[in-house]
């Protein structure tokens, strides 16, 4: 039996790790990642059939739930008969995608570290993979950040900020993450910038022994607060920052450099 002639509708592309998945309309997208569900309501909010318990956003979002980013119900997803299943390499399992995929299903999958890798990703996932007009939002983000370019390996100026991500353990931020590009945007020197591994989980002595100027403390993905964070870091500001802005890729890009930048300000006048 030989493969079927694909039909002028069928497309076979590349998603962002180089793996093909072979497409054909995109009606219905399932998506495992809450920053492209709220992508795509933003853009076509139609197009949704399922997300995971996690996605938040946006509010009142009526779609069916398929578990969490770390343990999707592949049977549900399966059986919602998605065109597309969207993901991402940093949030989702392999295991899982390859599960999907055994599935018969397309899967998409997103990398993104850096604020131009994700502003070239989420146009391509909406206007070449969904086919859909380019999104007013995507445009209103890259203006928002024209201001904060990319800083140089090395850049000086600026506190040197430590940002814890989890406690129990401890565990910050390192190289190559989205949240440290752009918070390096925003003036800040990483503490552990150029540390061997993207999220170490390091001891909080050795934390304190870096004599860090400044503490960012995002409320996500733990949720850090004024009573739950600051203590541990006696006599350093502490930053608490919104975890959507800082570490969503999506339509809070548009609003991400103002509420950072308040946040970083009010931080660093105390």
């Known amino acids: 039996m030989t493969d079927a002639v694909p039909t002028p509708a069928t497309r076979t592309l590349l ?3 180089g793996h093909p998945l072979r497409l054909g309309p995109v009606r219905r997208i399932v998506s495992l990642v809450p920053s492209l569900t709220e992508a795509v309501a ?5 197009l949704l059939v399922g997300a995971t318990d996690w996605c938040s956003h946006p509010a009142g979002l009526a779609v069916a739930r398929i578990g969490g980013t770390k343990n999707p119900d592949i049977a549900r997803i399966t059986a919602l008969a998605p065109d597309l299943v969207i993901a991402n390499e940093e949030e989702n399992r392999p295991a899982d995608l390859a599960a999907l995929r055994a599935a018969g299903l397309p899967v998409h999958v997103t990398e993104i570290r850096t604020l131009d890798q994700a502003l070239c990703s989420l146009d ?7 086919a859909l007009p380019r999104p007013a939002w995507l445009d209103a983000a890259a203006a928002a950040w024209q201001p904060y370019p ?8 600026g506190p040197r900020a430590i940002v814890p991500i989890w406690r129990r353990p401890w565990m910050v931020l390192g190289r190559d993450t989205f949240a440290g590009d752009l918070l390096a945007r925003l003036g800040l020197r990483l503490v552990h910038g150029d540390h061997s591994q993207r999220y170490p989980a390091l001891p909080l002595p050795e934390l304190l022994a870096a004599a860090p100027e400044l503490v960012v403390l995002p409320d996500e993905p733990y949720r850090f607060t004024a009573t739950d964070g600051p203590e541990a870091f006696p006599g350093v500001p502490a930053a608490l920052l919104s975890g959507r802005h800082l570490t969503w890729y999506g339509p809070s890009l548009a609003q991400a ?14």
């Open 257 to 270: 450099p103002a509420v950072l930048s308040a946040q970083l300000a009010a931080a660093t006048l105390r």
């Open 15 to 17: 998603d962002d790790l």
């Open 124 to 130: 391509r996932l909406l206007t070449e993979v969904c």
């Open 42 to 46: 933003a853009t076509a909010p139609g």
């Open 150 to 157: 990319a800083r140089p390996a090395g850049a000086t100026g």
